[in-house]
């Protein structure tokens, strides 16, 4: 019976490594480098549109027009949700998404204002995703994988401790790395 139970959390073990591996990588690589400043690129082009109206605050109205503006270029809207910040006396509008973000600021004349469209590299795009940038689909997906990978190292380790061989090195090895997670966050 053991080792049918043993067999079953390997077999579990090894399809959820294998499957989430790709994706995994994804996130360790963006991550690691993102913590070193590596963000990736964006290709960038600005466009000056007229106004009716000065901008406000409101984040409809300012979305909306951003909307029309693509659509007059022929642009999808990033996967995001857009959002307002106030720069000085004015607003702007931010909208970040996986494989572009838009930015429509005030300009010296009230009735004019600049709309910037930042298309990411395929890097940048991975580092996107990995800040939940992408669509709903990605960030479903995104929450299945951390379920995974939680269950990955639940598996290797129930699998580490019904092993007398391996129990106190993974008594000892999760006592040292609850130790040091705590002094890194102290030190940080």
Same mark, same amino acid.
């Given at each position: 019976m053991a080792n049918s139970s043993?067999?079953? !959390?390997?077999? #579990?073990? #090894?399809?959820?490594?294998a499957f989430v591996f790709p994706a995994a990588l994804m996130f360790i690589v963006t991550g690691a480098f993102y913590t070193w400043g590596i963000k990736g690129s964006y290709d960038s082009q600005s466009h000056v549109?007229?106004?009716?109206?000065?901008?406000?605050?409101?984040?409809?109205? %300012?979305?909306? !027009?951003?909307?029309?503006? !693509?659509?007059?270029?022929?642009?999808? #809207?990033?996967?995001?949700?857009?959002?307002?910040?106030?720069a000085g006396t004015?607003?702007?509008?931010? &909208?970040?998404?996986?494989?572009?973000?838009?930015?429509?600021e005030p300009t010296a004349d009230a009735l004019q204002?600049? !709309?910037?469209?930042?298309?990411?590299? &395929?890097?940048?795009n991975l580092v996107q995703l990995h800040k939940a940038k992408g669509g709903q689909a990605f960030k479903v997906f995104a929450a299945i994988l951390a379920i995974a990978l939680f269950l990955i190292l639940l598996s290797g380790f129930i699998m580490a401790w019904q092993m007398p061989n391996y129990r106190k090195l993974?008594?000892?090895?999760?006592?040292?790395?609850?130790?040091?997670?705590?002094? %890194?966050?102290g030190l940080s």
């Open positions: 043993r067999a079953t !959390l390997i077999k #579990v073990h #090894v399809i959820l490594a549109i007229a106004l009716e109206q000065p901008l406000q605050g409101d984040q409809q109205r %300012m979305s909306t !027009l951003v909307e029309r503006e !693509l659509a007059q270029r022929s642009i999808a #809207v990033p996967s995001g949700q857009s959002k307002i910040k106030k004015s607003y702007q509008l931010e &909208w970040t998404g996986s494989k572009r973000d838009v930015l429509l204002a600049k !709309l910037t469209i930042k298309e990411t590299t &395929w890097y940048r993974a008594a000892v090895f999760t006592s040292a790395g609850v130790v040091t997670f705590v002094v %890194m966050v």
